[in-house]
């Protein structure tokens, strides 16, 4: 069974074509809220966006005010990913 993160790397890497600029502001938005949790903050905007994932799964009503304004600003910066994603995504590999 293909794990969750490994779809979401291959998402971002395989199938669609992010503008770089949109990518690293949710990069960034992401490493700022893992950073004020305290948790580990990983490479790439994948790895950053998981792990924001499963803080929100495993924490989200012990998150600081501060920390939902921060997922406030992620979620504005991944509706423009998003759309990136649903225009560009091809069903096949290039």
């Known amino acids: 069974m293909i794990l969750e993160k490994q779809r979401v790397k291959w998402l971002f890497a395989e199938y669609v074509s992010i503008s ?16 004020e949790n305290n948790k580990k903050v990983g490479e ?9 994932r499963c803080l929100l799964v495993h924490s989200m ?23 990136d994603i649903l225009l560009t995504f091809k069903t096949t590999k290039e």
């Open 61 to 83: 009503y012990i998150m600081s005010d501060y920390s939902h304004e921060l997922l406030e600003d992620i979620n504005k910066a991944f509706l423009d990913v998003i759309m």
């Open 44 to 52: 790439g905007v994948t790895e950053k966006l998981y792990s924001v």
């Open 20 to 35: 770089s600029r949109e990518k690293n502001i949710l990069d960034e938005r992401c490493k700022k809220l893992l950073q």
